[in-house]
């Protein structure tokens, strides 16, 4: 794997709160760190909700197929919806050892997601990084040191690990993303200093670092990206707030100066599964049959609009201007895919915004849900005038979409520092130990 130089604690904030593959003839199965025993198909055609219970015990692959030098090439959906359609499939999830990522990579992953739960989840469950940490608590280091330094390596070793993916496609796909600090997500000038440091350390061409789209750090976005430093906009929930990251992406690559914009790229993490959450829970208080009907549709709804947005902001004189410097579209992420209502479809997040130029990055149980029984065709725009009648019907009956945003926008924050702030406590707690033990 490979290594990272030692580094200091960065000290951005103006303010203190700154699988193994095993093969059979004719399937392939590749086993997941975690299981999901029942599996669910949706109607592509459609944005209603059908459920069918299928049970599963493995990640099951198509039959594999001989390329032209006699190798066996594993063949998934996840590959047809790359290759059929243009979706970037990718995976929300990252932990030690990050060799895990191998069997994905070969099923058709594309590139990876990660942020502070992420980490939270994979540093206090495992012991692979307590060896890297011992030693950073022996060098003197501070315990936001030693998270950061374990952060940077993961991320540098998957991104090693994509850089095949990143180089074969010229960099429009391949890559590996790693968040500011949560704490800094009210902080214009921290994210920008943040984006740098962490930039310049992780020191790999396909990072994508994470900035989240709150108002302050929308300007984050524009300095950043001029400063020709690739972009994942995280966060967003709200058509309103994804105009503005567009825009900001789009007056970063004005402002850069570069004579060739072919190499600052950018994605935007458009939430999906967190709007249903909270929508159905507004629905279900107002109570009335119509208001109870939309149930489970409000969030694909909202993302076939944002599709809409985004194909209206890609075209026209000025963005033909950039497509002249080189400039690729800030391609459209569908997160938080993983379906938290277990009366829906498993694949609910996925299926219905399968469409070009846009990524679709899933956790554990969606990923192996799509895989078994996903259907690869062109959703996004297929029913668009049923999107329009949804959201304007959830208005109608007091649903605010601005409101909806600026809640789980809150909410999204707020989680991750907690989990972030959790698991410098843990990590304080276990640098404490390891010092009694060494007196």
């Given at each position: 794997?490979?290594?990272?130089?030692?580094?200091?604690?960065?000290?951005?904030?103006?303010?203190?709160?700154?699988?193994?593959?095993?093969?059979?003839?004719?399937?392939?199965?590749?086993?997941?760190?975690?299981?999901?025993?029942?599996?669910?198909?949706?109607?592509?055609?459609?944005?209603?909700?059908?459920?069918?219970?299928?049970?599963?015990?493995?990640?099951?692959?198509?039959?594999?197929?001989?390329?032209?030098?006699?190798?066996?090439?594993?063949?998934?959906?996840?590959?047809?919806?790359?290759?059929?359609?243009?979706?970037?499939?990718?995976?929300?999830?990252?932990?030690?050892?990050?060799?895990?990522?191998?069997?994905?990579?070969?099923?058709?992953?594309?590139?990876?997601?990660?942020?502070?739960?992420?980490?939270?989840?994979?540093?206090?469950?495992?012991?692979?990084?307590?060896?890297?940490?011992?030693?950073?608590?022996?060098?003197?280091?501070?315990?936001?040191?030693?998270?950061?330094?374990?952060?940077?390596?993961?991320?540098?070793?998957?991104?090693?690990?994509?850089?095949?993916?990143?180089?074969?496609?010229?960099?429009?796909?391949?890559?590996?993303?790693?968040?500011?600090?949560?704490?800094?997500?009210?902080?214009?000038?921290?994210?920008?200093?943040?984006?740098?440091?962490?930039?310049?350390?992780?020191?790999?061409?396909n990072v994508y670092i994470k900035i989240p789209a709150t108002a302050?750090?929308?300007?984050?976005?524009?300095?950043?990206?001029?400063?020709?430093?690739?972009?994942?906009?995280?966060?967003?929930?709200?058509?309103?707030?994804?105009?503005?990251?567009?825009?900001?992406?789009?007056?970063?690559?004005?402002?850069?100066?570069?004579?060739?914009?072919?190499?600052?790229?950018?994605?935007?993490?458009?939430?999906?599964?967190r709007v249903d959450t909270l929508i159905d829970k507004m629905l279900?208080?107002?109570?009335?049959?119509?208001?109870?009907?939309?149930?489970?549709?409000?969030?694909?709804?909202?993302?076939?609009?944002?599709?809409?947005?985004?194909?209206?902001?890609?075209?026209?004189?000025?963005?033909?201007?950039?497509?002249?410097?080189?400039?690729?579209?800030?391609?459209?992420?569908?997160?938080?895919?993983?379906?938290?209502?277990?009366?829906?479809?498993?694949?609910?997040?996925?299926?219905?915004?399968?469409?070009?130029?846009?990524?679709?990055?899933?956790?554990?149980?969606?990923?192996?849900?799509?895989?078994?029984?996903?259907?690869?065709?062109?959703?996004?725009?297929?029913n668009l005038s049923e999107a329009e009648g949804i959201y304007s019907?959830?208005?109608?009956?007091?649903?605010?979409?601005?409101?909806?945003?600026?809640?789980?926008?809150?909410?999204?924050?707020?989680?991750?520092?907690?989990?972030?702030?959790?698991?410098?406590?843990?990590?304080?707690?276990?640098?404490?130990?390891?010092?009694?033990?060494?007196?």
């Amino acid at each position: 794997m490979a290594s990272i130089s030692r580094v200091s604690n960065p000290n951005f904030s103006s303010s203190s709160s700154s699988h193994k593959i095993r093969s059979t003839e004719p399937k392939v199965s590749v086993n997941f760190p975690t299981r999901s025993s029942i599996l669910k198909g949706i109607s592509t055609s459609k944005l209603s909700i059908r459920i069918n219970h299928v049970k599963r015990s493995s990640f099951i692959v198509r039959c594999s197929q001989i390329d032209g030098n006699g190798a066996q090439t594993k063949r998934t959906t996840l590959h047809d919806l790359y290759e059929q359609q243009g979706q970037s499939p990718w995976y929300d999830n990252l932990c030690r050892p990050v060799t895990d990522l191998l069997p994905l990579i070969a099923s058709g992953v594309r590139g990876v997601t990660s942020n502070p739960t992420i980490f939270q989840r994979a540093i206090s469950s495992s012991n692979a990084y307590d060896e890297q940490f011992r030693q950073l608590v022996e060098m003197g280091k501070d315990t936001e040191s030693a998270y950061w330094e374990l952060v940077i390596k993961d991320i540098q070793d998957a991104c090693k690990l994509f850089e095949p993916i990143y180089d074969q496609t010229d960099g429009a796909d391949g890559y590996v993303s790693v968040e500011v600090s949560p704490r800094l997500a009210l902080d214009t000038e921290g994210t920008i200093e943040a984006a740098k440091w962490l930039h310049k350390l992780v020191n790999r061409p396909n990072v994508y670092i994470k900035i989240p789209a709150t108002a302050e750090c929308i300007p984050s976005v524009k300095e950043v990206i001029s400063l020709g430093i690739s972009v994942n906009v995280t966060l967003i929930f709200s058509l309103p707030r994804y105009e503005a990251v567009i825009d900001a992406y789009l007056d970063g690559l004005e402002a850069s100066g570069l004579s060739d914009l072919s190499r600052v790229t950018s994605v935007a993490s458009f939430f999906v599964s967190r709007v249903d959450t909270l929508i159905d829970k507004m629905l279900e208080k107002i109570g009335t049959p119509e208001a109870l009907d939309l149930r489970g549709k409000a969030a694909v709804a909202q993302a076939a609009l944002a599709y809409k947005l985004y194909q209206k902001k890609f075209s026209g004189p000025r963005w033909e201007a950039l497509v002249k410097k080189g400039a690729k579209k800030q391609r459209l992420l569908w997160a938080s895919t993983g379906v938290k209502n277990p009366a829906y479809s498993d694949t609910l997040y996925i299926a219905p915004l399968v469409g070009p130029d846009t990524v679709s990055t899933m956790p554990d149980n969606a990923l192996q849900a799509f895989v078994d029984h996903g259907v690869v065709s062109r959703t996004i725009d297929s029913n668009l005038s049923e999107a329009e009648g949804i959201y304007s019907a959830l208005e109608k009956i007091g649903i605010d979409w601005n409101e909806v945003g600026s809640l789980l926008e809150l909410e999204g924050v707020e989680s991750f520092k907690k989990s972030f702030d959790s698991l410098l406590v843990s990590l304080q707690e276990k640098a404490d130990s390891l010092k009694l033990v060494s007196l």
